[in-house]
């Protein structure tokens, strides 16, 4: 309204202004998603990863001599991690392919893990998850997937504010771990972590149990990365970490499932859960205090 009514010259700058205001907010100087190498270095078997898409994408390569693997160059506090990955297809049984956070730090470790359990060709892949709060793991969970992640790419994501923690395939959530520290539950809050992810041979335990061995005559085989999205507080770095507005991924939309969301997640949980630590007795015959605490 304001510019209409206003003399050309300043009408002018004004719609100048605001076009700037749109650039810098729709492009922030980071400039999402990003190549491999401004997020990530290689920290297992240069050899064994390919740049492609002028760095855009990159290939893992598991054969017998090796697997591989990458990390990213900076630490977060908090934030929301995203790729796009398209696993191993046909034989991958014994194949582990992995993508999680880490604290690094081996006493009292935290750690959020997205692993892809392969298969023989024509079964379902199986995702595991677990997360390690204070130097405690053993939460696994596992779920099949409602589609082929050997055919196409698909976005895997973790979202860890001071609210909760949720693994999503698709936007769709898999797992949510509340904040429940009031109640005593440890929660990964003070470390910050960094992303990372590998690919290597597993066939004493990933497939059926191990009984599955990794068929070497399939080899190389090859899993592939894009989209890199990591958004956080980095560590160290100018931000503040704690939940303020100016760290979007602690905002209120953020804080809690949608309802449709909440919906998806049950869904997932009815309908693709094939492992929950929560509900195995004969691991745990006392229910861990988390899974009496609710999601
Ligand atoms: C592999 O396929 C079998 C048979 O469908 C299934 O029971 C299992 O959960 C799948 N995943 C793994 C990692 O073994």
Redesign the pocket.
């Known amino acids: 309204m304001m510019a209409a009514s206003a003399p050309p010259s300043l009408r002018n700058t004004l719609l100048s202004l605001l076009l700037l205001l749109v650039l810098a907010f729709s492009s922030p100087a980071s400039g999402r998603p990003a190549t491999f190498l401004q997020d990530f270095r290689i920290t297992w078997a240069d050899s064994h990863i390919k740049q492609i898409d002028r760095g855009r994408a990159i290939q893992l390569i598991l054969d017998q001599s090796s697997g591989c693997g990458f990390a990213s160059r900076r630490r977060y506090l908090f934030g929301k991690v995203s790729m796009k990955i398209k696993l191993i297809p046909g034989d991958s049984a014994g194949t582990v392919t992995a993508f999680y956070m880490n604290s690094d730090t081996d006493t009292i470790r935290d750690e959020l893990d997205f692993e892809f ?1 392969g ?2 060709t024509g ?4 995702v595991q998850t677990n997360i390690y709060a204070h130097g405690k793991g053993d939460r696994e969970q596992r779920i ?1 997937l409602w589609f082929d992640p050997a055919a196409d790419f698909h976005t895997y994501s973790i979202l860890w504010n001071h609210h909760h923690i949720v693994f999503y395939v698709d936007q769709v959530p898999i797992r949510v771990y509340k904040n429940n520290e009031p109640k005593g539950i440890p929660y990964p809050k003070f470390q910050p972590m960094g992303v990372y992810s590998t690919l290597w041979e597993a066939d004493d335990w ?3 149990g191990g009984l ?1 061995k990794i068929d070497w005559s399939k080899a190389p085989f090859n899993a592939y990365y894009k989209d890199f999205d990591l958004e956080g507080c980095e560590v160290p770095g100018p931000r503040n970490c704690a939940p303020n507005p100016s760290n979007w991924w602690e905002g209120e939309a953020y804080q809690q499932l949608s309802p449709a969301e909440a919906q998806r997640y049950k869904w997932v949980r009815m309908n693709h859960m ?1 492992y929950d630590y929560c509900s195995d007795r004969s691991r745990y015959p006392v229910v861990p205090p988390e899974c009496v605490a609710g999601y």
């Open positions: 359990l298969n023989r079964q379902p892949y199986t099949n990933a497939t059926r599955e094939i």
